[in-house]
């Protein structure tokens, strides 16, 4: 194993109002990385910083053993091209079809000729379920297919990185659990590294294989390793009644 | 309350029904009766009451206050000053990067979509024309109103023709037509990037490398650019034709006498004025437009002010534009 993104001695801050301070942590190439917490501790944020949509008050984000926040903007470009994002709103553009968002990105980074663009889009939709779903437009869809939409455009260029914020909010049941599935077989197939903000503890329960969790009462974080692990092993009372739901019952459920 | 009391129960047999309000009215009582030191015994109140008045007071007050409500004029001067340059950075930041990105386009690099271009050009265009049209037209119609009642009263009404054709092609023309497009077009432009920033569709496209300015701003902007100075001059035409239905109606002109003295009074470097101001407007519009729906918060409220922004930002580089150019080529 070694180690894909690092992050060292974090602070974010909006202003003068410190959100979380001092995050040290490591994620691995091909871990399904679960950023936890309550509410409003920053876990979005968080993920913000990691993409490079937002410069942290202190610290550092490492790539590949290159810090991130200090490379040039082209070479920051590079390593945001190698992620993919599923926004927690879909985040899909409402003026274009199903099949012109997940086009975009392969038009803008690759020389294939529109025939072969247009095979690609039609796999990576088929491959989240939406095959036939071309000309669509994202308001023509349900919350779940919009999801699933918007994973094929974070996949059309086979990124290196995924990043999930809430993929399963606003969803029901059955369709988080196969939105966890599918992310879950695309790793697998991609060989992608996947870090997903959620405090779905069922999601969290059955596709992490590492972790962290942020608290806002302290600004920091409490705990960071596989979940399941924690479960067991931690003693931190915040953190237990996170991961037990309150029970105190140190018990792995995923559904 | 009487201090002698040291406890305080409630009986509510003959209560038949409560609300919420009793729930107000008792937590007022046992505010005051804490404060007094007074023992309280709830048990008395309706079972459901009881739970709620526990409920409400399960997760503590979380203690708040304004900061800025205590700061000093100085710290508030400082605070907005530095607001003030942040807001000035990000204008800053957003001409360099338009800039580039026309910079990207003169080289032959193509970053945005052609359609999109051509959605706006149809926009700015050929569906603004109506509201145009009607504008142009009724301020045609006035200028010439407000010439004829003077020159009429030395027979000097042929000259309605020069007043309402210099009037339109070097002034009218250009600031009626920035003034509905900047209405029409620059609100939109602020609402539309305004709804993408909430929808985090800007931050996708960020996330992917792909400039958003290239592909979101500088369509609009050359749409803009493109089409505000023709619909400047189709302004100029319809208010002349406004102008020469006052003039043939009521002082008794004949058309053709109406707009030969109209192309006697115009030169083509002062319908050149009104082009220049037109596409200075233009510029100004797309940018205010854009600049305001990329400054936008993530919030429906926040598109509503961008919008609002947009069209005061515009009308206000309007017309300060306009005094400086005329300023420029008059002094």
């Known amino acids: ?255 | 309350m009487d201090d002698a009391v040291q406890y305080l129960t409630f009986t509510c047999e003959q209560l038949d029904d409560w609300d919420t309000r009793l729930l107000i009215f008792v937590k007022s009582i046992i505010t005051a009766a804490r404060e007094r030191g007074i023992t309280i015994d709830l048990a008395g109140l309706p079972q459901g009451a009881h739970r709620l008045l526990v409920l409400s007071e399960a997760v503590p007050e979380k203690t708040t206050y304004d900061q800025t409500s205590h700061e000093s004029p100085v710290v508030r001067i400082g605070r907005l000053t530095i607001a003030l340059s942040g807001k000035l950075g990000e204008a800053a930041t957003f001409t360099g990067e338009i800039i580039l990105a026309f910079g990207d386009f003169l080289a032959g690099r193509k970053p945005f979509r052609a359609r999109d271009f051509f959605y706006f050009v149809q926009a700015c265009g050929a569906e603004s024309l109506p509201i145009v049209s009607l504008i142009a037209v009724l301020v045609g119609v006035i200028l010439s109103f407000v010439g004829a009642v003077q020159l009429q009263m030395f027979g000097a009404q042929i000259y309605v023709a020069n007043l309402v054709g210099l009037g339109m092609v070097m002034e009218m023309g250009a600031l009626m037509s920035g003034i509905i497009i900047a209405g029409r077009i620059g609100a939109a432009y602020a609402a539309q990037l305004g709804t993408m920033q909430v929808n985090e569709e800007i931050d996708a496209l960020r996330t992917m490398g792909i400039s958003p300015v290239g592909f979101l701003v500088l369509p609009r902007m050359l749409s803009l650019m493109l089409m505000l100075p023709l619909l400047c001059i189709y302004a100029d035409i319809m208010g002349i034709l406004g102008g020469s239905v006052i003039g043939v109606t009521m002082l008794d002109l004949s058309l053709v006498e109406y707009l030969e003295q109209t192309r006697k009074s115009i030169l083509l470097s002062q319908c050149g004025h009104g082009l220049l101001k037109a596409s200075v407007f233009g510029v100004l519009i797309g940018y205010a437009g854009c600049l305001r729906g990329m400054q936008c918060g993530r919030s429906a409220l926040a598109v509503g002010e961008a919008t609002t922004s947009a069209v005061v930002t515009s009308i206000v580089l309007i017309v300060v534009s306009d005094s400086f150019i005329t300023f420029l080529l008059y002094r």
């Open chain 1, 1 to 255: 194993m070694n180690a894909a993104i690092t992050v060292k001695g974090l602070t974010m801050a909006y202003g003068s109002f410190v959100l979380q301070r001092d995050l040290n942590f490591t994620i691995e190439r091909g871990d399904i990385f679960v950023i936890m917490g309550g509410s409003g501790c920053g876990k979005s944020t968080l993920l913000r910083h990691m993409i490079g949509l937002k410069p942290p008050a202190a610290g550092s984000v490492w790539y590949d053993g290159e810090n991130f926040w200090e490379l040039t903007d082209e070479d920051r470009a590079a390593v945001v091209r190698r992620a993919g994002v599923l926004y927690q709103s879909s985040a899909l553009w409402s003026s274009m079809t199903l099949a012109e968002n997940v086009a975009l990105p392969l038009q803008h980074y690759t020389d294939l000729t529109p025939s072969v663009i247009a095979e690609l889009v039609s796999f990576k939709l088929a491959l989240v379920g939406l095959a036939g779903f071309e000309k669509f437009y994202p308001a023509q869809l349900s919350g779940g297919m919009r999801k699933r939409a918007a994973l094929a455009r974070a996949i059309a260029l086979d990124p290196d990185f995924l990043f999930f914020d809430e993929p399963s909010a606003g969803l029901d049941p059955i369709s988080a659990r196969n939105l966890d599935q599918l992310i879950l077989e695309l790793r697998e197939s991609l060989g992608a590294t996947v870090v997903i903000v959620t405090h779905e503890l069922a999601s969290i329960y059955a596709i992490a294989t590492n972790s962290v969790f942020l608290d806002s009462d302290t600004k920091t974080m409490l705990a960071t390793g596989d979940p399941k692990t924690i479960l067991q092993e931690c003693t931190d009372p915040t953190v237990l009644n996170f991961l037990t739901r309150g029970t105190g019952k140190r018990e792995v459920r995923t559904v």
